[in-house]
């Protein structure tokens, strides 16, 4: 079973996007995390969000997503080599 996380995305026109939670483990996400850390802080009342655009978003959410599958496809021999 997935578990969601949901955050507010941009600046201006702010969109909630729903993530899976495993996404949060990725190099790409973190680093969206680090520079909302920056922008808002810790305290940000709201809940998270992520200063940057939604299209910049869509991008590193296909990266990871593609990245999850390849790791998925590959056999267990494969992961070790």
Known sequence: ???YRGFKLG???VRVYL???VYFNHPLLRELLREAEVEFGF???GGITIPCAAAEFDRVRTRIADAGKK???RSPVSLWS
């Open 1 to 3: 079973m997935k578990r």
């Open 11 to 13: 600046r201006r026109l």
């Open 19 to 21: 993530v899976p939670v």
């Open 43 to 45: 305290h940000h009342p």
């Open 71 to 73: 790791l998925h496809r």
